[in-house]
């Protein structure tokens, strides 16, 4: 054969092998590891074609998982893997596989033994023991915990053992987010001058194996780490800034949204906070309705949450606040969407913030006065103050 002829058939071996090349099927699990209790959890899929999944059992046992839909095109982030309680005293696993574009990808789940936890462990307080104005109502057996931070980010225990608090969170172990964020707030508590550390790391309270890893970049797919606890908030010693890049304070957040309405609306509640005694804070995140999921870069893919919050109650000596023991409460609801405008224009009363959320906001008030709260969770917050 000439070498002109061969370069010739060289060159459609080459054009065939292209054609005939399909891309890799991958497989992203939110965790590895479930609880005992039966349960499901979402993953993803990467695939450009058709697709088909099935779960695989040890040889010998029996199967005690499935998942929906079991079959597809192209790429999807809502499948399920659903799974039976664990009865058995020790763990079990089962083994997903996704087959499609001519080539396969496998995933491992763990679940946990009978006489394990129901939650990956009691790291937190399952219901905190404390009675801080700023903790929202806790449900017991609800798969999250709280989290009770002192200034070197360690648990905190009591004041005697532990010193001043820092910020609680209350963790989800299924959605590896917090719902909420709650701390105290006034200038001796923000301090000043110390600048932000940007020491991404994982919360000292939880195995960094059910946190996601945001030390070396955010959550993938485009989305930021939110802060909920703002590091501007804590700027008294590099150690107390440095807890709030911990992954428990992190949400994925869109770009826009982070640095313009969002970012607003924190410097605002620092200017709130000047003129009080202290502010009480709980930010969080609403994701029950979504149906977007961040990227796995972090070791989870995570939902996006649909909306943030802010529940905001003052104790001070301001004039606003001379009819109602110098208490004030403000609420507000954004939706979680590129800069739409006005913080103020979200602004709600605490019991419909309370309506939307499902959250039980500062029941220590009611408890210390129950005719004080009511009146202040119904009150439309003082625009002139809140603005």
């Known amino acids: 054969m000439s070498r002109k002829l061969t370069v010739i058939a060289l060159s459609l071996l080459v054009a065939l092998t292209g054609c005939q090349k399909t891309d890799e099927v991958s497989i992203q699990q939110r965790s590895k590891y479930l609880s005992s209790a039966a349960d499901g959890v979402f993953f993803a899929v990467t695939a450009s074609g058709e697709w088909t999944l099935d779960v695989e ?25 659903n799974f039976d309680a664990n009865k058995a005293d020790t763990p079990r696993e089962a083994t997903v596989i996704l087959k499609g574009n001519g080539s396969e990808a496998r995933a491992v ?3 946990a033994a009978k006489s394990a936890s129901a939650l990956p462990g009691d790291y937190g307080y399952d219901v905190a023991p404390f009675d801080w104005l700023e903790l929202p109502a806790m449900k017991s057996g609800d798969r999250r915990e709280v989290l009770v931070h002192k200034a070197d980010g360690g648990k905190y225990t009591n004041r005697s053992k532990s010193g001043l608090r820092n910020w609680s969170c209350y963790w989800d172990y299924k959605e590896h987010m917090s719902l909420w964020v709650a701390y ?13 550390t940007e020491a991404w790391g ?18 993938g797919g485009g989305w930021t780490r939110g802060h909920q606890l703002p590091s501007a908030d804590r700027q008294r010693s590099k150690t107390e800034n440095a807890t709030t890049y911990y992954s428990t304070n992190m949400t994925p957040q ?35 309705q979504s149906t977007r999921w961040s990227g796995s870069s972090s070791g989870f893919a995570v939902k996006i949450p649909t909306h943030y919050f802010k529940a905001l109650l003052y104790s001070g000596s301001s004039a606003y606040a001379k009819n109602t023991e110098g208490f004030m409460m403000a609420g507000f609801l954004i939706p979680h969407e590129g800069y739409s405008g006005k913080y103020t224009n979200y602004r709600i009363s605490i019991d419909e913030l309370e309506q939307k959320t499902g959250i039980d906001f500062f029941p220590a008030l009611e408890r210390m006065d129950k005719s004080l709260s009511q009146q202040l969770e119904a009150a439309t917050p003082n625009a002139q103050f809140w603005n």
Do not use: C, H
């Open 254 to 288: 869109e770009y826009d949204f982070n640095t313009g309405i969002w970012v607003d609306l924190e410097n605002n509640v620092r200017k709130y906070a000047s003129t009080a005694d202290t502010l009480y804070v709980v930010t969080g995140a609403i994701w029950d």
């Open 109 to 111: 789940y763990t679940q």
């Open 57 to 81: 059992f040890p040889a010998g046992t029996e199967a005690w998982a499935d998942v929906t839909p079991k079959k597809g095109t192209g790429s999807a982030n809502n499948i399920i893997f």
């Open 184 to 196: 105290p707030l006034n200038n001796g508590i923000k301090g000043s001058g110390t600048g932000r």
């Open 202 to 219: 994982f919360d000292p309270l939880l195995p960094s194996s059910i946190q996601p890893n945001l030390s070396g970049s955010s959550y």
